[in-house]
């Protein structure tokens, strides 16, 4: 039986850490928080073959974290718009051979799916139909969504179409797992949208 849990919060890979010291350094509060981080290290760990993706590297927090659990003949590729960003990326992953980071638009990923899995994390990929982009069995994960419990009265009203439009998608088996706290005002609790393809 074990005693002592604290034994077990200090495991977050070494990439991660340095990713969010670049985050830090540069004033870039939009990173993934760690529990985001280790859902997609615990479904990139499933993956035995073809090519992770992520939308909008930022600092490279998320990268790092899929980084840490890729299998032998699993890549992963991130794409930044930010140009600066992405040449940080870049530097920061160098000696990861399995790594990718490309500067620019995401839709230039298009031309390297299908993916095993995509982490769609820049912005406005959310609102656009990720389909094509996925293999049989791919998986999809969306986060920054606010737990239903803690919506305003006006936010009840309006609902959610993107979490509405995935949950019935009949090409996909999607859930919302909690993600501990938003990221930005720490006040409501966030939720991941993942999504299998059928
Ligand atoms: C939420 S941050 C990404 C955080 C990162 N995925 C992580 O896990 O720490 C969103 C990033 O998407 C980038 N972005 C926005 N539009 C984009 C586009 N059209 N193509 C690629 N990246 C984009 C932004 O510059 C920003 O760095």
Known sequence: MFTDMTMFTDMTPPLVTAARATAAATG????????????????????????VAEIGSGC??????LASALRPDVSLVTVELDAERARRVAGLFARATA?????????????RAPFALLFGDGDRCKDEDLHPLLRRGGIVVLD?????ADW???????????????????????????VGLDKLTRASRAQALVATRL
Request: charged letters at 30%; glycine letters at 10%; proline letters at 4%.
């Open 144 to 148: 920054d969504f606010t737990d239903p």
């Open 99 to 111: 790594v990718t980071v490309l500067s620019g638009d995401w839709h230039q990923l298009r031309e």
């Open 28 to 51: 870039f509060a939009h990173s993934s928080t760690d529990e985001v981080g280790r859902l997609l290290r615990t479904l990139v760990a499933t993956i035995d073959d073809g090519v």
């Open 60 to 65: 490279g927090v998320g990268t790092a974290w």
């Open 152 to 178: 305003s009265d006006e936010r009840r009203q309006g609902g959610d179409p993107l979490r509405d439009r995935w949950l019935s998608d009949p090409r996909y088996a999607t859930t919302m797992v909690g």
